[in-house]
T-cell receptor, first 114, second 112 residues
Framework: AAGVIQSPRHLIKEKRETATLKCYPIPRHDTVYWYQQGPGQDPQFLISFYEKMQSDKGSIPDRFSAQQFSDYHSELNMSSLELGDSALYFC?????????????FGPGTRLTVT | AQSVTQLGSHVSVSEGALVLLRCNYSSSVPPYLFWYVQYPNQGLQLLLKYTSAATLVKGINGFEAEFKKSETSFHLTKPSAHMSDAAEYFCAVNTRDDKIIFGKGTRLHILP
């Protein structure tokens, strides 16, 4: 079965650079969630989208923005990167009918800021 | 607000022994609860979830968890540990606005 796809899987950036992370949800899933997991930490909710509209916002820095496109894929844009942004970024998708009960996680993008 | 507390950031069990990972929840409404496993350098995999149906929930890889409202607990168990069970385990709860809040995680070590 198709799973959530995230690209790239690994990304190395320098401080103050920008990064774009992409998430391709499971077919027919219309809701996307983004989480950040720092080293040795639990995943923290950043932001979610339903039908291309932001549905909820968590602890996402102002330097970050995200959007969902007409094909339901989502991109997380990160600017003015800081060392503390080094983390594993997960995307998850679900159908609006199931919400978090039917949430499936992608493999994550590991971002390293040097 | 909904939250979960995992007791023990590290748990070590011998291969073949019972695995017990503890999770207590706090929720003002009947919660949905989850257990996820994360192997090194990999993503989150759902082990099982409680959705207010049966209180004993069976998951993948021989794991199960029992929802106990009186104890506000959702402990994860497996009768016999395998070396391949070594991983980080996260208990999680969903919020009223439908996002998942994770516990701090418990790293399970399997001793040969």
């Amino acid at each position: 079965a198709a799973g959530v796809i995230q690209s790239p899987r690994h990304l190395i950036k320098e401080k103050r650079e920008t990064a774009t992370l992409k998430c391709y949800p499971i077919p027919r899933h219309d809701t996307v969630y983004w989480y950040q997991q720092g080293p040795g930490q639990d995943p923290q909710f950043l932001i979610s989208f339903y039908e291309k509209m932001q549905s909820d916002k968590g602890s996402i820095p102002d330097r970050f923005s995200a959007q969902q496109f007409s094909d339901y894929h989502s991109e997380l844009n990160m600017s003015s990167l800081e060392l503390g942004d080094s983390a594993l970024y997960f995307c998850a998708s679900s159908s609006s009918r199931e919400g978090t009960l039917g949430q499936y996680f992608g493999p994550g993008t590991r971002l390293t800021v040097t | 607000a909904q939250s979960v507390t995992q007791l023990g950031s590290h748990v070590s069990v011998s291969e073949g022994a019972l695995v017990l990972l503890r999770c207590n929840y706090s929720s003002s409404v009947p919660p949905y609860l989850f257990w996820y496993v994360q192997y090194p350098n990999q993503g989150l995999q759902l082990l099982l979830k409680y959705t207010s149906a049966a209180t004993l929930v069976k998951g993948i890889n021989g794991f199960e968890a029992e929802f106990k409202k009186s104890e506000t607990s959702f402990h994860l168990t497996k009768p016999s540990a395998h070396m391949s069970d070594a991983a980080e385990y996260f208990c999680a709860v969903n919020t009223r606005d439908d996002k998942i809040i994770f516990g701090k995680g418990t790293r399970l070590h399997i001793l040969p």
